[in-house]
Each structure stands twice: as C-alpha cells, then as structure tokens.
Nanobody
Framework: QVQLVESGGGLVQAGGSLRLSCAAS???????????MGWYRQAPGKQRELVTS???????NYADSVKGRFTISRDNAKNTVYLQMNSLKPEDTAVYYC??????????WGKGTLVTVSE
C-alpha cells in the first residue's frame, strides 16, 4: 500500500501562485515501485481531469490549459511530488488530487486538497 498526502491548497486571488506538495509513504518495495506521479483536479460539476504527470526519470506531461503556468517536479529521495501553480485563474478552482502509478499497474490516490481562485 501507498499513502499519498497532499498539502498546500488554499484561497488565492487570480494571478497569484500556490505550491502543492504530495508526500508518498509505504513500504520500501511499494515506494520504489512508483513510476508515474501526477496531479488531477475536479471542479464542481465536472469530471476529474489530468493536470500534469511526471515519471521517475523526470519526463513530464501537461494539460494544454496549464502549460506555461504550472510546473511539476519530483524529489525521489523524499518521495514527494510538487506542483507549482502560477498565474492562477478562477477556472483553476478545483480539488486537486495526487496520483501514483506503480510499475505493476497499481494506482493510488490522495484525498485531495482544495484550491480556490477568486476573481
């Protein structure tokens, strides 16, 4: 089992910045088996969507809506993934979930952290 705990959400004005963190914990075997980590978000009344992901090797992927504004990074030694969000817009308001996928296709989710961007 892997536990994912997000932090860093909150209320920010449009144009502002927030940094989310997601710390993974578990057995050494399961932690070392994590390949891709990512961030998803779910706005009220909408489906959960992929925001960005990063492989253990550092390859990244971004949704078009956040390219140039959001940056994902990963510290494998700390088992932590970060999401730096700049130039935030009201449409970025959502619950942000951390996700981890292992090499043997097991998927884990955090409980989410709320990001609210005001006008």
């Amino acid at each position: 089992q892997v536990q994912l705990v997000e932090s860093g959400g909150g209320l920010v004005q449009a144009g502002g910045s927030l940094r989310l963190s997601c710390a993974a914990s578990g057995t050494t075997f399961t932690i070392n088996a994590i390949n891709v980590m990512g961030w998803y978000r779910q706005a009220p009344g909408k489906q959960r969507e992929l925001v960005t992901s990063i492989t253990r090797g550092g390859s990244t992927n971004y949704a078009d809506s956040v390219k140039g504004r959001f940056t994902i990074s990963r510290d494998n030694a700390k088992n932590t993934v970060y999401l730096q969000m700049n130039s935030l817009k009201p449409e970025d308001t959502a619950v942000y979930y951390c996700n981890a996928n292992t090499y043997y296709d097991r998927e884990y989710w955090g409980k989410g952290t709320l990001v609210t961007v005001s006008e």
